[in-house]
């Protein structure tokens, strides 16, 4: 190897690569999110409360899950965040994003080489050529071209980041409504079987009335043609009532036999109501999933960035030392080891115009981004307002059917009131009844789907379930 550059022109490359890489061009910050939710959503008037009613313009409470205070509840999301094979590999992939972020950072560090070779012995016993060679390349990241994609990759691992947290979130809200409705289908199983029996009932007392030559032919027919659809809807309730344990069995990670103990009684509606749903405004910088969109925008700016400057000159400094020995060759007279100093200089000068349709692709990919967090955005606001209108219309839903369920129980016991003083017949129960099940089904439906909906309500606004961290890289 070359001793350090003796003329003039070494000198003055040396110089000038070193000058520039002391100048180093700054790179470009993305858009601020206020500018980038002006870009993506430019016909989004974002109003100062949610207009749905339901919810009041409070600070946000965390720690949803504890609110509905069960602790099995509890248990099975904790269960499902350790063996959910979905949330694993999205917990993987964050740390394959912490791998790539290092790789791209490599590049702003030397980079070290050795070469060493070394002779067997020849045909008259004596040693052949020996060498070793240690370089070292440092590239001048001038115009940014590797600081860019440094920085694309801290936000995509940012991106994973929040993808994690959400899916976190999805998963804790899934479980919840998983049990919630194998919980309700279990009762509304209990509830059929009340109306099968009572169906049962009516034709018992069809059948005795024509063997005692009160009843007809026509009312026995009648009574077991009304019995068929409850003993179908039994069935029905069976088959949900698998479906929903082992759908809640998947998502714990266990084998799906539909054999999961499920609670006795649905959970309360937990309190306050309404619910503090903080501001519109805050909503897009708060949903981990919209800040996974926003994240990768910043991404793909960078990605511009890094593509522009790849059309530019890349300028490195090499350094390197050798030391050579030989019994066989005679060297020419020179120090050993021998060390140098250098420059080298890569400049694009025609590629066909890939480098100018690589800056064009990042530039879509950049615009994509951008429509994809318009989407985010836009799907959190109608998420938000749709859960917060269908809690407030299965308030009222719930109310109106309560009050059904008691005009109902009130029939029913003045119907056994008249059974017992002899003014009306067993018929009258069994019919009243049918409709006192048919009404608590209509109540059991309602309250778990407010369940459900307050559940899907905390998840559109970002709220955790917990107080612990949103996973193995915490998001922006």
Not at 1 to 13: D, K
Not at 206 to 223: F, H, I, K, P, W
Not at 409 to 430: I, N
Not at 437 to 465: I, Y
Request: charged share 20%; glycine share 8%.
């Amino acid at each position: 190897m070359r001793a350090a550059p003796r003329t003039a022109l070494g000198r003055i490359a040396l110089a000038a690569a070193l000058a520039a890489a002391l100048a180093g061009c700054a790179l470009k910050s993305p858009p601020p999110v206020a500018d980038l939710q002006k870009e993506a959503l430019p016909h989004t008037a974002v109003p100062a409360a949610f207009k749905a009613s339901g919810g009041v313009a409070a600070p946000l409470a965390g720690r949803w899950l504890a609110s509905f205070k069960d602790e099995t509840l509890s248990a099975m999301v904790d269960e499902a965040l350790t063996f959910n094979a979905d949330l694993q590999a999205a917990a993987l992939r964050v740390e394959r994003a912490g791998g790539y972020l290092t790789v791209a950072g490599a590049a702003l560090l030397p980079q070290v080489g050795a070469y060493g070779t070394g002779s067997g012995a020849t045909s008259n016993s004596t040693s052949g050529l020996n060498g070793l060679w240690v370089s070292a390349s440092l590239e001048l990241d001038i115009w940014g071209r590797v600081r860019y994609g440094q920085a694309a990759a801290q936000a995509d691992a940012e991106a994973l980041a929040a993808d994690y947290a959400y899916a976190r979130q999805s998963l804790a809200a899934m479980v919840a409504k998983g049990w919630f409705v194998a919980t309700e289908a279990g009762l509304q199983r209990a509830i059929v079987q009340d109306m099968v029996r009572s169906s049962e009932s009516l034709l018992g007392l069809a059948q005795d009335r024509l063997r005692v030559g009160n009843g007809t032919e026509q009312d026995v027919a009648v009574a077991r043609a009304n019995v068929g659809p409850y003993r179908d809807m039994l069935r029905q309730a069976d088959l949900s009532r698998e479906q929903a344990l082992r759908a809640l069995e998947l998502l714990l990670g266990r084998y799906p036999s539909a054999e999961l103990a499920v609670a006795q009684n649905l959970s309360a509606m937990p309190a306050p109501a309404p619910v503090p749903v903080g501001l519109p405004s805050e909503l897009l910088e708060r949903r981990p999933d919209v800040v996974a969109a926003e994240r990768r925008v910043a991404a793909a700016f960078n990605r511009i960035g890094e593509a522009q400057a790849a059309r530019l000159p890349r300028i490195s400094l090499t350094a390197g030392i050798s030391s050579i020995s030989s019994d066989v060759i005679v060297l020419q007279d020179r120090d050993n080891p021998a060390w140098g100093l250098g420059v080298n200089l890569l400049a694009p000068i025609y590629q066909g115009g890939a480098l100018r349709a690589q800056v064009d692709i990042r530039t879509t990919e950049q615009k994509l981004a951008v429509a994809a967090y318009a989407s985010a955005g836009q799907r959190a606001f109608g998420e938000v307002e749709n859960a917060l209108a269908a809690e407030f219309a299965l308030n009222d839903r719930e109310a109106i059917l309560q009050a059904n369920v008691r005009d109902n129980e009130r029939a029913l016991e003045l119907a056994q009131a008249q059974f017992r003083v002899g003014s009306a017949d067993r018929r009258a129960v069994e019919q009243r009844q049918l409709a006192l099940q048919s009404a608590r089904t209509s109540l059991l439906r309602v309250q778990s789907e407010r369940l459900a909906q307050r559940v899907n309500l905390h998840l559109a606004l970002g709220g955790d379930f917990s107080d612990t961290t949103a996973g193995p890289v915490a998001a922006r």
